[in-house]
């Protein structure tokens, strides 16, 4: 069952045309040049009921003003959206009951408070029921290790601490749906760690509903087995991790570690990506060439000590979309 | 209903753990608080000793003049004050916190926790009272019944003042200088009688920003002056709790307006 | 550190860039300029009814006719938009900030910096008195003294500056030991404004409190130079005036020095 349905979204704001100095300044005090700036241009998706999507894109792309729109913080310009069943901008506190919101970079915990305070005033406004916050609570404590600072207060919390109870805050009152603006962005590798095992639980074993945005391709390739792509306001890409990374991820690269020293190194349907002494990386098209035959025709030729196969990272793979482009038709054409 | 009572009373919670938790800070502000009025007063005591009256009015009626006003006014700082905040909010983007949240977004601006404490209230009661016995102003049943709505109303008002302004933020992005005028406005002009001022300024404060109705109508009714400002009857003293409820709703409507721009526009 | 600094030719180059830097930050907050103005605008017209309407229903006193009065008024105000500045606000705001430590890391004189950086604020907002004094021209009449009478009050102006400089050094300097002072800070603006004379002139003061009031350094910020111009304080009276100044000056400038050496002791010797 779909649970954000969206249709044609789109978004276009207006914002006055400045001309530098006090002479635009002043003629800015009579006469208004508007520019249109598209920000949303056409994003249509469907997601079910407890899927875990990685929303991804360059910056400027469209990524936070679709999920202003989705949390009812904006009126989309035209199209249609609707999320669990409710308009978000028209009804907007009906919505609200029904999602939470992680912004990495905002905070929604009270700065000067020990962390427990935050949690009781959110109780408040949610209206969550006693013995499920208790129950909640408890779970959450459990899983990010809320104990150890429930009586810290908040500005001395370490980045990696305060972003476990914003966490904790947003999910208090199990909301359907959890949208996660750039959750990891700044923490160290242990405490990123930490919040993507607490997004993947929650997102199994309570079925919520989980719209990940992020610069950290790692957090996707952990939790999500679906993305979607957009770039300048348009849907670019939707659809698995996995047929992305065989229909767009072309390449592979050969790691080699060669034996002895050559002067000049060449094989057949492989580039040289790199040399620095004995290792060579040589990519090749997995579609035109097997792994198999590209290490038989090195081995005919050299005395090599080590290979490895590296395959295409997720990474490499969308920024080159955003480079170039997702057009179906490269899919398998050699480049 | 029930779900906000809750939401208040935590706010309230978080203020005071808050207020305790920077004590020593608390105590200095309070300290401000208690020269900022103290200093006003002196000020108005000194220009009445050398000058015993101000178009008719004498430092007794001054005094309590001013003890109107700063219980509103007080009032108004313990009850909503974090609407003020409100300009910083949206040009930080902190604002869109609020529109995630299932409450009506008024309510929730105004209960935002900080560091919020009854002292200043507190004081204005206790200026009150002293400052009505000095002016000899007779308590009756009018006086008991129609201060309290009159205080609050007073509140209303400078709430009304305080959301319009805030609520100019979605189209500008700064509005101190608007915040300026309006502060001197109702901090510094309601502190003499209406009577003194041009007819323009004597207007714009009954019916732009009606801040004479926060201390100077209702005062005059109280002290008996003949209103020379504008010529209304000694009842339009009684009035205070209807402006500022009528005020507070028009202030409301124009929020709601301006933030349905703000959602359609973003910012 | 400071102490183990090589001793270095004094440059004058860095200070002025600190000034110029302050100016062009002053000059980008361009509603805070508008800000200054209505509120000026404001502001006297505020004094200039209440003191008309005082000086209609009561004899006038002697010391100040209506015409002194506003003149007193206006000019007091114009004062204000330069003494009203905290010049080295900076200081608080970095000691807050733990910023401190690295200025003591620049081979400069910090205290010199500060100055620096005040003194480019003060200059821009100087600058707001000629809009201003447009202003004040519409609203009210302002009377101009005979030239030896206007040098005497650029002087005892400058002192007055200087003393106003001071306080406000000391009280940021405060802020090595507490760091909260902002309420400090407003309790001593808004005490100076009514005793330096800023608001109500002290002659206008009950005679016994007069008394006590002219005996505060406050008095040399606002009420001397201001009673130079109008003409309350004369010729005969000027070097008496000044010397008190001076005083102040000399004492608070001491204070300042003490403060400064112990505070940055403080940050040298626990790290802020």
């Known amino acids: 069952m779909a649970i954000i349905e969206t249709v044609e979204l789109r978004k276009v704001f207006r914002s006055i045309v400045r001309s530098p100095g006090i002479a635009g300044a002043v003629r800015a005090l009579f006469s208004r040049e508007y520019e249109e700036k598209v920000a949303v241009d056409s994003v249509t998706m469907t997601l079910a009921e407890g899927e875990l999507v990685g929303y991804l894109g360059p910056n400027g792309a469209g990524k936070s003003t679709t999920i202003k729109m989705l949390t009812g913080i904006l009126v989309p310009t035209s199209g249609a959206i609707k999320v669990a069943g409710v308009v978000p901008h028209r009804n907007r506190q009906a919505n609200a009951a029904n999602i939470g919101v992680v912004f990495g970079q905002r905070s929604q915990l009270y700065w000067d408070l020990p962390l427990r305070e935050s949690f009781e005033l959110l109780r408040s406004i949610y209206d969550v029921p006693r013995d499920r916050y208790r129950q909640n609570m408890a779970h959450f404590s459990e899983i990010l290790g809320l104990d150890e600072f429930m009586g810290t207060p908040v500005r001395q919390l370490s980045l990696g601490e305060r972003m476990r109870g914003d966490f904790a805050a947003a999910l208090l009152h199990d909301p359907k749906i959890v949208y996660l603006d750039e959750p990891t962005i700044g923490l160290d590798v242990e405490a990123k760690e930490a919040i993507r095992e607490f997004v993947g639980r929650i997102n199994r074993e309570r079925g919520t509903t989980v719209i990940l945005t992020t610069h950290d391709l790692a957090d996707v390739e952990r939790l999500s087995k679906r993305i979607i792509l957009i770039d300048e306001g348009t849907v670019i890409y939707d659809g698995t991790l996995a047929r992305l990374r065989t229909e767009y991820g072309t390449h592979r690269t050969l790691v080699v570690t060669l034996a002895e020293t050559y002067e000049e190194f060449a094989v057949e349907g492989g580039e040289i990506e790199s040399r620095e002494g004995n290792i060579v990386k040589l990519r090749f098209n997995q579609r035109r060439l097997s792994a198999e035959t590209m290490i038989r025709r090195l081995l005919d030729r050299y005395s090599v000590s080590d290979i490895a196969i590296i395959e295409p990272e997720i990474e490499s793979i969308v920024r080159r979309i955003y480079r170039e482009g997702y057009n179906e038709s490269a899919v398998g054409s050699p480049s | ?267 | ?272």
């Open chain 3, 1 to 272: 550190m400071i102490g183990t600094l090589p001793r270095r030719r004094f440059r004058i180059e860095p200070y002025v860039e600190f000034a110029k830097r302050a100016i062009m930050r002053e000059a980008t907050y361009r509603f805070d300029v508008f800000t200054s103005i209505a509120s000026f605008a404001i502001r006297l017209y505020l004094l200039k009814t209440v003191w008309t309407a005082l000086y209609a229903h009561n004899p006038a006193p002697q010391e100040l006719s209506l015409p002194a009065i506003l003149t007193y008024s206006t000019v007091a105000l114009l004062m204000g938009l330069v003494m009203d500045i905290d010049q080295t606000r900076a200081l608080h705001e970095r000691l807050r900030e733990g910023s401190i430590a690295t200025d003591f890391m620049k081979p400069i004189s910090v205290p010199l910096y500060f100055f620096a950086e005040g003194t480019g604020e003060v200059l821009f907002h100087a600058v707001l008195m000629l809009p201003s004094l447009v202003i004040a021209l519409f609203l009210v009449h302002v009377d101009v003294p005979g030239p030896a009478a206007l040098a005497a009050f650029a002087l005892s102006f400058l002192i007055g500056y200087l003393v106003g400089f001071c306080i406000n050094f000391i009280l940021n300097c405060t802020a090595f030991w507490t760091l909260e002072i902002s309420a400090g800070q407003m309790i001593v603006t808004w005490v100076s404004d009514l005793l330096g004379g800023e608001l109500i002139p002290l002659v206008l003061f009950p005679p016994a409190l007069q008394a006590v009031v002219e005996t505060l350094p406050f008095a040399a910020m606002f009420s001397t130079p201001l009673l130079i111009y109008v003409g309350t304080i004369g010729p005969d009276e000027y070097l008496r005036a000044f010397a008190s100044q001076v005083f102040w000056f000399v004492l608070l400038a001491g204070i300042s020095t003490l403060m400064w050496r112990a505070g940055a002791k403080r940050v040298v010797v626990q790290g802020g």
């Open chain 2, 1 to 267: 209903m029930r779900v906000a009572a809750g939401v208040y009373r935590q706010y309230w919670r978080i203020n005071i753990l808050t207020t305790l938790e920077y004590r020593e800070n608390f105590l200095m502000w309070f300290a401000f608080t208690i020269v900022y009025h103290g200093a006003a007063i002196a000020a108005l005591w000194i220009v009445l000793e050398r000058f015993p009256s101000l178009n008719g009015w004498n430092f007794r009626d001054m005094a309590f003049l001013y003890g109107l006003w700063m219980l509103a006014h007080a009032l108004h700082n313990t009850l909503f004050s974090a609407v003020g905040d409100v300009p910083e909010h949206v040009r930080e983007g902190e604002f869109d916190r609020i529109l995630v949240r299932p409450l009506d977004s008024l309510f929730q601006i105004i209960a935002t926790p900080g560091q919020v404490f009854p002292d200043e209230l507190m004081l204005a009661l206790a200026y009150f009272g002293v400052a009505t016995w000095y002016s000899g102003v007779h308590i009756d049943a009018m006086f008991v019944i129609f201060v309290p709505l009159i205080v609050f109303g007073g509140a209303l008002i400078e709430l009304g003042i305080g959301l319009i302004v805030s609520t100019l933020s979605f189209w500008f992005v700064r509005v101190d200088a608007l915040i300026w005028i309006v502060v001197q406005l109702e901090q510094e002009f309601t502190r003499y009688p209406l009577g003194i001022y041009s007819r323009g300024v004597r207007l714009l404060l009954t019916f732009v920003c009606p801040f004479a109705f926060m201390n100077y109508f209702p005062a005059s009714y109280f002290l008996h002056k003949p209103d020379n400002a504008l010529g209304f009857p000694p009842i339009a003293g009684l009035l205070t709790p209807v402006i500022g409820c009528a005020f507070v709703i028009l202030a409301y409507v124009f929020w709601r307006f301006g933030l349905n721009r703000y959602q359609g526009v973003g910012h």
